[in-house]
């Protein structure tokens, strides 16, 4: 064929070399596609049987199963004793599978049975919480943490796929009770101290004692020494003796006070004996 007159080619010849262009356009975007869709197509597969995709920058799958912990997205409320107040449970659960799943592959299965997992630990909690008064919470904890141990790991499926789960829970009191609560805590806190205070001397007087037994004992051929070993022993046994009547007193009180009550000497302290008055000298 040979081009116009004008020098500018046929409009025949224009239409072919467009036809053959987009034919040339069209096969290289399919060929394209096809390799895209075929490379896409190996990544699905792969991931679907838990391989890791074919290339250079994959990355090396950890070694042993993995193990996704997730929290609760809110605390678990259980109502306590009288239904007024309750208990607030911070929840966690480490999620693993015998299988050796991929990381997405494990979070969207724990996504899916978390829901499970929250409703079957409130239903714990909430039988352990019901005849509690709203300011046990570590007993409920204890309860609770008794329960998970009897049953540490919860197991889910789907389809082939199994799941393990292991529940971990914390207590926390309602925050409306904890200004009543306060002056209490703060009262037990004080005698607290204080009692461990009193352990703390009753035992060095112990020690004291004992000390001073073994000394005499190691010494008891001595008249005075033995005398004086059987005084502190006599004292110390009628020191209980007056402890236990006064606690006696304390627990169980008279119903009426004597009429003319007579002061108790403790057994350490001894009644001073008025001097003796001179003897008269005899008339000469």
Same mark, same amino acid.
């Given at each position: 064929?040979?081009?116009?007159?004008?020098?500018?080619?046929?409009?025949?010849?224009?239409?072919?070399?467009?036809?053959?262009?987009?034919?040339?356009?069209?096969?290289?975007?399919? @060929?394209?596609? !096809?390799? !895209?869709?075929?490379?896409?197509?190996?990544?699905?597969?792969?991931?679907?049987?838990?391989?890791?995709?074919?290339?250079?920058?994959?990355?090396?799958?950890?070694?042993?199963?993995?193990?996704?912990?997730?929290?609760?997205?809110?605390?678990?409320?259980?109502?306590?004793?009288?239904?007024?107040?309750?208990?607030?449970?911070?929840?966690?659960?480490?999620?693993?599978?015998?299988?050796?799943?991929?990381?997405?592959?494990? %979070?969207?299965?724990?996504?899916?049975?978390?829901?499970?997992?929250?409703?079957?630990?409130?239903?714990?909690?909430?039988?352990?919480?019901?005849?509690?008064?709203?300011?046990?919470?570590?007993?409920?904890?204890?309860?609770?943490?008794?329960?998970?141990?009897?049953?540490?790991? !919860?197991?889910?499926?789907?389809?082939?796929?199994?799941?393990?789960?292991?529940?971990?829970?914390?207590?926390?009191?309602?925050?409306?009770?904890?200004?009543?609560?306060?002056?209490?805590?703060?009262?037990? @806190?004080?005698?607290?101290?204080?009692?461990?205070?009193?352990?703390?001397?009753?035992?060095?007087?112990?020690?004291?004692?004992?000390?001073?037994?073994?000394?005499?004992?190691?010494?008891?051929?001595?008249?005075?020494?033995?005398?004086?070993?059987?005084?502190?022993?006599?004292?110390?046994?009628?020191?209980?003796?007056?402890?236990?009547?006064?606690?006696?007193?304390?627990?169980?009180?008279?119903?009426?006070?004597?009429?003319?009550?007579?002061?108790?000497?403790?057994?350490?302290?001894? %009644?001073?004996?008025?001097? %003796?008055?001179?003897?008269?000298?005899?008339?000469?």
């Amino acid at each position: 064929m040979t081009d116009a007159p004008d020098g500018r080619p046929r409009p025949a010849d224009q239409w072919r070399h467009r036809g053959v262009r987009g034919l040339t356009i069209a096969r290289d975007a399919g @060929v394209r596609g !096809w390799r !895209w869709w075929a490379r896409s197509w190996d990544r699905l597969v792969a991931a679907l049987q838990d391989e890791a995709p074919v290339g250079s920058g994959a990355a090396p799958s950890p070694s042993g199963p993995l193990v996704e912990q997730r929290d609760a997205p809110r605390l678990i409320a259980v109502p306590a004793r009288g239904y007024v107040y309750s208990f607030y449970i911070r929840a966690t659960f480490a999620w693993s599978s015998p299988a050796s799943l991929r990381s997405e592959v494990l %979070s969207w299965y724990v996504q899916y049975f978390q829901p499970n997992a929250i409703q079957r630990l409130t239903r714990l909690a909430a039988d352990a919480a019901r005849d509690l008064p709203p300011h046990r919470a570590g007993d409920l904890e204890v309860a609770l943490q008794r329960a998970l141990d009897e049953d540490p790991l !919860w197991q889910y499926q789907r389809g082939d796929i199994t799941l393990t789960c292991r529940p971990d829970a914390a207590v926390r009191l309602d925050e409306r009770i904890l200004p009543a609560l306060q002056p209490h805590v703060d009262r037990l @806190v004080k005698l607290e101290y204080q009692f461990d205070e009193q352990i703390r001397k009753a035992r060095y007087a112990e020690e004291l004692s004992r000390r001073w037994t073994a000394i005499l004992n190691d010494h008891a051929d001595d008249d005075e020494l033995a005398d004086a070993r059987d005084h502190l022993l006599t004292a110390h046994r009628e020191a209980a003796r007056w402890i236990a009547e006064l606690l006696h007193r304390h627990a169980n009180p008279a119903p009426e006070p004597t009429p003319t009550p007579t002061p108790r000497i403790p057994p350490q302290q001894t %009644s001073p004996t008025p001097p %003796s008055s001179p003897a008269s000298a005899a008339p000469e």
